[in-house]
Nanobody
Framework: QVQLVESGGGLVQPGGSLRLSCAAS????????MAWYRQAPGKQRELVAT???????NYADSVKGRFTLSRDNAKNTVYLQMISLKPEDTAVYYC?????????????WGQGTQVTVSS
């Protein structure tokens, strides 16, 4: 019954910024880990960033120093802050989270949000 709702994508000029959000549908759900992927047409899905329950973060070399992960546990929401965006960042971005309802741990995918970096 848990769904992830992504938002924050859109059209931005090179050098601009966006913040993507990924919110879980139910208040009983608590996020343990999260990851962001992206996929451009004709390309393989790429792991962009990961955030573990222990607080460790990992970023792809292509986004390191420009993208930042964060989370708001009270809102069951995870974020990807993106700055200094480049045309090559254009893709559909997907969040993937694992969380618990207090009993079991499950993994969920968002439906994706389009990010387009262009003049």
């Amino acid at each position: 019954q848990v769904q992830l709702v992504e938002s924050g994508g859109g059209l931005v000029q090179p050098g601009g910024s966006l913040r993507l959000s990924c919110a879980a549908s139910g208040s009983a759900f608590r996020i343990n880990t999260m990851a962001w992927y992206r996929q451009a047409p004709g390309k393989q899905r790429e792991l962009v960033a990961t955030f573990t329950s222990g607080g460790s973060t990992n970023y792809a070399d292509s986004v390191k120093g420009r993208f930042t992960l964060s989370r708001d546990n009270a809102k069951n929401t995870v974020y990807l802050q993106m700055i200094s965006l480049k045309p090559e960042d254009t893709a559909v971005y997907y969040c993937k989270v694992s969380g618990t309802n207090g009993i079991t741990v499950n993994e969920y995918w968002g439906q994706g949000t389009q990010v387009t970096v262009s003049s």
